[in-house]
C-alpha cells in the first residue's frame, strides 16, 4: 500500500484497491481494500469502506467508511458518507450525473439516469429502497420508501415525501408529494396529483392526468386513455 504522497506503508490492510486521477482517494486509506476509484476527487475521504466503485469527478466524494456502492457519473452519490451511525448506504447505486447526489442516509436505493433521485437524502427514519430509472427519474424526492419510477420526469417534478407509489411511462406521477401507494402505467398518467393523492390505480396515456391538485382524491381506478383525465375535486357529501 501506499500513501497519497507515494511512500510505501507495506501491508496494512489497503490491499486490492485501484485509483486513478487527481486527488483520488487521497485521505490515505489505510485499511480499506476492493475499491475502485477513477476521477477528480473521487472516493476523496475514503478511510475504512470495501468494495466500491466509484467512476467520476467527485464521484463518492465523501464516502468514508460505506461498502458496496456503485456511483458512476460527474458528482455521482458525491455526499454518502457512513450514514446513521453505520454502514446503512452499503449497497447503493447511482448512475449518471448527479445520481444520487444528496444522499447522506438511506439504504438500498438504485439510481440510473441522468439526476435520478438527485435531490434524495433521506431522514431520521432512514428511508430508503427506491428504483429511479430514466432521465430526471423522482428528480426532487426527498424522502419516501419502496418508490419505483420508470421513465424520463417519472415521480420527477414533486418533492416526494410518500411511499411505495409504482409508476411507469413519461412523466407518470410527475408531481407527486405526499400522495402514497399509486399505481400509474402510460406517459403522463397522474401527472396531476400531489398530497392528497392516494390508493388510485391509473393506466393508460394522461389517464387520471387532470388537475387534481392538493384535493383528495382516493382509491379510483381508470384504465384507458384520457380516462378520467379531467380536473377532479373532493367528493361532498
Do not use: W
Not at 121 to 136: F, K, R, S
Amino acid at each position: 500500500a501506499l500513501s497519497n504522497a507515494g511512500t510505501v506503508l507495506g501491508d496494512v490492510g489497503a490491499d486490492f484497491n485501484v485509483f486513478i486521477g487527481h486527488q483520488v482517494a487521497d485521505s490515505n486509506p489505510t485499511a480499506a481494500t476492493h475499491n475502485v476509484g477513477m476521477g477528480y476527487q473521487s472516493l476523496s475521504a475514503l478511510t475504512l469502506g470495501d468494495s466500491n466503485v466509484c467512476i467520476g469527478a467527485s464521484s463518492g466524494y465523501a464516502i468514508t467508511t460505506a461498502n458496496h456502492t456503485v456511483f458512476i457519473g460527474h458528482s455521482a452519490g458525491e455526499a454518502v458518507t457512513v450514514t446513521g451511525g453505520s454502514n446503512v448506504s452499503d449497497g447503493t447505486v447511482g448512475i449518471g450525473r448527479s445520481a444520487l447526489a444528496a444522499l447522506t442516509s438511506g439504504s438500498y436505493n438504485t439510481a440510473l439516469g441522468y439526476r435520478a433521485l438527485e435531490t434524495f437524502e433521506a431522514n431520521t427514519l432512514n428511508h430508503g429502497e427506491n428504483t429511479a430509472i430514466g432521465y430526471y427519474a423522482m428528480q426532487a424526492a426527498t424522502t419516501g420508501t419502496e418508490n419505483t419510477a420508470v421513465g424520463k420526469g417519472a415521480l420527477g417534478v414533486g418533492a416526494l415525501t410518500g411511499d411505495a407509489n409504482t409508476v411507469v411511462g413519461d412523466n407518470a406521477g410527475a408531481a407527486l408529494t405526499s400522495g402514497e401507494k399509486n399505481v400509474a402505467i402510460g406517459a403522463y398518467a397522474l401527472d396531476g396529483g400531489s398530497t392528497e393523492t392516494d390508493f388510485n390505480v391509473a393506466i393508460g396515456y394522461e389517464c387520471l392526468g387532470g388537475s387534481i391538485g392538493t384535493e383528495v382524491v382516493n382509491d379510483c381506478v381508470a384504465i384507458g386513455a384520457y380516462a378520467l383525465d379531467g380536473a377532479l375535486v373532493a367528493a361532498t357529501s
